[in-house]
Each structure stands twice: as structure tokens, then as C-alpha cells.
């Protein structure tokens, strides 16, 4: 959540954080910022931080913090949730979508706010015959039984809810957020597309797929979300993935170009490769979603195609001299090199 005003001067930014007690939370906080390389921020006084957890009641903060941000903040960002693919709607609700409902009593209440709102592209996007992404609207009903998809679709309908009743909300949808733009840094432990990548490194082979693919290094969306939230009014729907894709066939080019080289193979072989993996390969955790075929959209040819999307938002970044990745032959390298660094991805052959 990011605050500003008088009564907290000089401290304008207040983050939630898990934790046992204080001490605990100042270290998961520490160990964020030397992960990310950004320890100078650790004494910042602009920085707060606060015991709580998403999927408790009120976030887990005591009833006089809550009414002293309801009275102070300008800006809310919810940017936190439990991402995982894998399991149900019920299991995710509780800190993905309660989350955003707590979150929303504190916006009604005090001084007026703005409500941001991360959610991701797959509640309006679907993929041609061709492969390719295609935006849609969002519908009256979620395009995919995806638990953590239908999570998010459920809080972008409370949201336009609220936003009806005059609350200014911002809704983000990113594609695949990948490493910083500059060192490559990034989680790729949690990162569905760098896992899949392993997975078809440490196999040895990656289905020869006609599909296409698109980055947004992580750098690069925050200072954009950042920009649209402090120039927008009323309702906005931002689709935050970069326009500019690149082929599967492209990608796994650059890869063997780095030094790793896949065999491409029918999606029928590769499946029976992929059911011989075991724990010890990265997409083992998600291979259930590989080894049939997609069943999960719900009438997506029903969804009309959305009428501002991806292009629409980075025209209005231009203008406020916000640029996105436009050259993947030099990102790659720094992406991949920092993923050899960590030991994420074997040092392979240059």
C-alpha cells in the first residue's frame, strides 16, 4: 500500500508482510531487498512496514491501524496473492480474494483513494489458431475454470462493482513478468514460463509447438503501473503484457544460441517423455497441466475481442515516456546469464 500525506511524513509507502513477530518481518523484508540488490532501501524512512497477512481477517492488522490508513492513504496497490495453478478456486479465495475485500472496507472508509488492482492477462486473453494471444473482454463469466484465473476474474467484477459506486480503481493486467531488464534478476523458482524452459533442458527436448510468447521484465511494468495509477481517473482496465511476441520456435533458437540445445519434437512424443520425469525435474510440479489437452476455457470464442488492449496501453506509456522491451536478442542474454549465474539453468556452452 502506498501512502502519502502529512500525518506519516516522511513515510509515504507502508508494506504488509508475513511474519511471526517484528523481528521476523524485518528480516523476510531484508532478505527481499539483498535478493533484489536494493539494501539501501532497508533504513529508507519512506519505507513501513506492517505484521499482517493476507488471508486472515482485516489482513491481520489491529483495528487502529487500519483506521489510521483509512484516513491517510492516497493509493492502494494490491499486488500480493497466492499464485499457483494447480489447485481449486476454494483453497485460493481466502488470500487472493477476501484479501481484496478487506482491502476495499479500508478504501470506503476515510479519506478518497485509488484502488490498484494487479490481476493477470489469462481473465481476458485466449490464444488463435495461429498461437497467438488474442484479448478479449471480460464477460459476465470467467473464461477459464483455473482456480487462480477465476480468483482473479472474481475480484476484477467486485472492483468494477465499487468502481460504480464512484471508488477510482485501476485494474493491471500483466502477461509473463520476467527478470529486470538490466542484471536479469528475478524468482525463476516461481515463474511458470522459466520453469517450463528447465523442464525442456534438463529433458533434453520441447514440444514443437505453433505458439508465441512475450516478456515484460519486471522493472519495466512497475514504473509503468506505477505511471498509469498517478495519471488515470475514474475505472481503468490496463493490459500490461508486451505486444511484441516471439515465436516458440524463435525462443528455442536464442536458447541453443546460450548454449542449450533442445530437440523439438511432436507434442505427442514429448508428452511421453514428460511422463517419465520425476521430482527432480522442474516441471514436475506442473506437468499435469502439459499431459492433456487444455480443458479449462469456458466458451472462449463467446468473449468479444477487447476493445482496448495491449496497444492502447502503450500508447498512452509513450506519452507519458514509459518504454517497454523491444529487443529480445539483447535481453535474452541478460536473462539467461543470470539464470547461469544463480545456477537456476546449467552454465552450458557459449
Not at 5 to 15: E, Y
Not at 158 to 176: C, D, E, Q, S
Not at 190 to 205: D, E, R, S, W, Y
Not at 279 to 289: G, H, R
Request: charged content about 25%.
Amino acid at each position: 500500500m502506498a501512502i502519502t500525506g502529512p500525518r506519516l511524513a516522511p513515510t509515504d509507502v507502508h508494506c504488509v508482510v508475513r511474519g511471526a513477530n517484528q523481528e521476523e518481518v524485518r528480516r523476510r523484508f531484508r532478505d527481499a531487498l539483498r535478493f533484489y540488490g536494493r539494501l539501501d532501501l532497508e533504513e529508507s524512512p519512506r519505507i513501513a512496514l506492517l505484521r499482517g497477512d493476507l488471508k486472515e481477517l482485516a489482513l491481520g492488522l489491529p483495528a487502529e491501524v487500519i483506521g489510521e490508513l483509512s484516513e491517510i492513504l492516497d493509493h492502494i496497490y494490491h499486488c500480493g496473492a497466492f499464485v499457483n495453478h494447480m489447485v481449486d478456486y476454494r483453497t485460493l479465495r481466502g488470500e487472493n480474494v477476501q484479501s481484496t475485500v478487506e482491502l476495499l472496507r479500508m478504501a470506503s472508509k476515510g479519506r478518497r483513494k485509488v484502488f490498484n488492482f494487479i490481476s493477470t492477462l489469462s481473465v481476458a486473453s485466449r490464444r488463435d489458431g495461429h498461437g497467438r494471444t488474442i484479448e478479449v473482454e471480460l464477460g459476465d463469466r470467467p473464461i477459464s475454470t483455473n482456480g487462480y484465473i477465476m480468483t482473479k476474474w472474481a475480484c476484477e467484477q467486485i472492483l468494477m462493482r465499487h468502481a460504480g459506486k464512484g471508488l477510482p480503481v485501476n485494474i493491471f493486467r500483466p502477461g509473463n513478468i520476467t527478470g529486470h531488464s538490466v542484471t536479469g534478476i528475478c524468482p525463476p523458482e516461481k515463474n511458470h514460463a522459466l520453469l517450463l524452459v528447465k523442464g525442456c533442458i534438463q529433458m533434453k527436448c520441447a514440444p514443437d509447438w505453433q505458439r508465441f510468447i512475450e516478456m515484460t521484465p519486471v522493472d519495466a511494468l512497475a514504473e509503468a503501473i506505477v505511471r498509469l495509477s498517478q495519471n488515470s481517473r475514474g475505472l481503468n482496465t490496463f493490459n500490461m503484457n508486451n505486444p511484441l511476441e516471439l515465436s516458440w520456435g524463435e525462443y528455442l533458437d536464442a536458447l541453443r544460441r546460450l548454449g542449450f540445445a533442445m530437440e523439438r519434437v511432436p507434442m505427442g512424443e514429448w508428452r511421453k517423455q514428460l511422463e517419465r520425469i520425476d521430482e527432480t525435474n522442474a516441471l514436475f510440479p506442473l506437468s499435469q497441466l502439459y499431459l492433456e489437452e487444455r480443458k479449462d476455457l469456458i466458451d472462449p470464442e463467446s468473449h468479444a475481442s477487447a476493445a482496448r488492449g495491449s496497444s492502447t496501453t502503450q500508447e498512452t506509456l509513450r506519452k507519458l515516456g514509459v518504454s517497454y522491451l523491444s529487443d529480445y536478442t539483447r535481453y535474452l542474454p541478460i536473462l539467461i546469464g543470470y539464470l547461469k549465474q544463480t545456477g537456476f539453468l546449467p552454465a552450458g556452452k557459449e
